[in-house]
Structures are given as C-alpha cells and as structure tokens.
C-alpha cells in the first residue's frame, strides 16, 4: 500500500493545455500580433465592417518590463494596464521606449489620480464625478490632457465598477466643466461567460446607449469609441460594433491566475 501511494505521488500532474501560449521573443510578439488581427478582421467580415475601424489596445497587466521591451520591438506602441502603480513603474522602467503610450483602463481611486495625471495617455474606466475633478486639477497644475472613457456597467452584476446605462447621460453632460479631459466615447466589461447569449447583451446595451448619447452630447464630448471585448469575447464585441478591444492573454500569454482572480477589476483580459 505504501509503496502505491509513492508512486502515485511521484507521477507527474497533467499538463494544462492553454490556447495562450507565453510569448518571449520579438517574433512571438509579432505572429501573436497577426493572429489577433486576423480574427478581428474575420468578425468584421462577418457583419461588413472593415478592419480598420478596430484599434487595438495590448493590456499588459502582470507582464514584466523585460518582456514589454520585446513586445515593443515587435510593434506595439500603446499599452494598457489595470493597476495604476504597476503601470506607473513600468512606464518609468520603459521611458527610453519611443513613442510607447500608457492607457489605464481599471478602476482609479481618487488618491491615485495625480499617478495618472503625470505619465497616462488615456485613462478607460471614468465613473466618478469626483475622480474627474482630481484628475483635471491634476492635469491643469502638469500642463496635460487625458482622453478618457465613461466605464457603463452594462452586465448588472455588483462585482463590476461602472455607471449604471440609465445614470451615464447626466454623467456625460456634467464632464465638460473638466476641462483637461477628452472624452471620447464608452467602456464595459461583459459577463466573464462562455455563453455567448450572456455576453453578447453587454456589448448591444453599450452600443445602443452610444447612439442615443450622440443625440444629446454636450460640446466637447465625442461619442466615438466603444471599448469592448477582451481575449475570450473580443470577436462578439467587434460583431457588435466594439471600436477598441482590451486583448492581453492572446498576445502575451496566459497568466498565472484565472480571469476570476483579478474580478472585480479585470478591464483587459
């Protein structure tokens, strides 16, 4: 019996098969960089749109800054990160880095908006009135603007940041007193589902809710993008009109931790 329970111990765990596989060389970076592409290409094929009306923002989160060097070599010059003082280290290690822009598109608390304010491009989950005065003041005292994305929480669900669609439009109309803030459309986070029936209301709710705020945008508010979809559903988004997807598991590799572990503030995936 003891000699059993050995050797059940000694044999080897099955290895987990992901569809991530880890990317650590320019030329991983970049056949991971087509392949994405080309999916996105596919989903807009299938509803008419063209490709081009697609940007996508590579999340970085948890992938370290020798490894970011790489992906930069290999052409990605906009990152986005979820946790503000990881992307801060990060774009200090990186700053010989040429034209790499920094987008943080999870949650922000108010103490951590002057982090933002002094080295980000874009900031993606603006649902905070208060959050939006501390990060203009911010701004105006370093000389800076910021675009930014109204995070809607289209999925209902209270583990999610975000407005709720029926509190977005007096939102939106009280963003122009802040003047160093570009407001250039919405973000959401759908249902972490394999069901597409789930996931796939997330994506209409925010496009549907985009239409309607075009008609009463205040002046200097644009309604153009719609950030929506991630590694596992970024194709349905695209379906469904997304203009910006959050991919990071398809280009870098899987993480060590599931999607689950970093809910509530998954904002790239």
Same mark, same amino acid.
């Given at each position: ?154 999925? &209902?669900?209270?583990?999610? +940041?975000? @407005?709720?669609? /029926?509190?977005? #439009?007096?939102? $939106? !109309?009280?963003?122009? *007193? ?50 929506? &979809?991630?590694?596992?559903? +970024?194709? @349905?988004?695209? /379906?469904?009109? #997304?203009?910006? $997807? !959050?991919?990071?598991? *398809? ?19």
């Amino acid at each position: 019996m003891l000699q059993a329970v050995v050797l059940m111990r000694a044999t080897p765990e099955p290895t987990t098969v992901t569809p991530y596989p880890a990317a650590h060389s320019v030329e991983a970076f970049q056949s991971n960089l087509l392949a994405v592409r080309a999916r996105i290409a596919v989903a807009c094929e299938r509803v008419g749109r063209a490709p081009t009306e697609v940007r996508l923002l590579p999340v970085s989160k948890t992938v370290p800054a020798d490894r970011l060097r790489l992906a930069w070599e290999a052409g990605y010059r906009e990152l986005g990160e979820n946790k503000v003082q990881e992307a801060a280290g990060k774009a200090e290690a990186l700053a010989d880095l040429p034209g790499l822009r920094w987008s943080v598109i999870g949650h922000l608390q108010t103490n951590k908006a002057k982090l933002v304010a002094r080295f980000a491009s874009g900031f993606h989950a603006l649902d905070s009135l208060r959050v939006a005065a501390e990060l203009d003041r911010r701004l105006q005292a370093g000389g800076r603007a910021l675009e930014v994305l109204v995070q809607v929480n289209t999925s &209902g669900e209270a583990s999610k +940041f975000g @407005l709720p669609p /029926e509190a977005v #439009a007096d939102f $939106v !109309r009280a963003l122009p *007193a802040f003047s160093s803030l570009r407001v250039r459309g919405l973000m959401t986070l759908a249902r972490l589902s394999d069901d597409a029936a789930r996931v796939r209301p997330c994506f209409a709710l925010l496009r549907d809710l985009r239409a309607r705020l075009r008609q009463s945008a205040p002046d200097g508010v644009v309604m153009e993008e719609l950030s929506m &979809g991630m590694s596992g559903d +970024f194709e @349905l988004a695209v /379906e469904e009109g #997304a203009t910006m $997807v !959050r991919v990071g598991q *398809a280009l870098f590799g899987a993480r060590a931790l599931p999607d689950s572990h970093y809910w509530p503030d998954p904002a790239g995936g």
